[in-house]
């Protein structure tokens, strides 16, 4: 139900721009988090926001250089990534709760999750 897309490989510095695109019509009804994972380790939470957006997060790391929004019209939430780093290398992934009233939450508490891309930042 979730179809993320707009990974590839930049140089440090660079942007992308990742989509995550849901056939659920009232995708407007669902908080969104975007999380990375890289091998071995867990999976981070990135940025999130309420299915209201009244209340967005993101990680510290990450602050200050991503940008949620979200287009309800085109049932698309997006992570503006700009200013990257080696260290963002990871395959990000979207998810979402139906109704769901905070930022984020630990990865099992979302309902539905997208297939992941892969964003590879070279130094």
């Known amino acids: 139900q979730l179809q993320a897309s707009g990974g590839g490989l930049v140089q440090a510095g660079g942007s992308l721009r990742l989509s995550c695109a849901a056939s659920?019509?009232?995708?407007?009804?669902?908080?969104v988090g975007w999380f990375r994972q890289t091998p071995g380790k867990e999976r981070e939470f990135v940025a999130g926001?309420?299915?209201?957006?009244?209340?967005?997060d993101y990680a510290d790391s990450v602050k200050g250089r991503f940008t949620m929004s979200r287009d309800n019209a085109k049932n698309t939430v997006y992570l503006q990534m700009n200013s990257l780093k080696p260290e963002d290398t990871a395959v990000y992934y979207c998810?979402?709760?139906?109704?769901?009233?905070?930022?984020?939450?630990?990865?099992?508490?979302?309902?539905?999750w997208g297939q992941g891309t892969l964003v590879t930042v070279s130094s």
């Open positions: 926001t309420s299915w209201s957006g009244g209340n967005t």
């Open positions: 659920e019509r009232t995708f407007s009804s669902y908080a």
């Open positions: 998810a979402a709760k139906y109704y769901g009233g905070s930022s984020w939450y630990p990865p099992p508490g979302y309902d539905y």
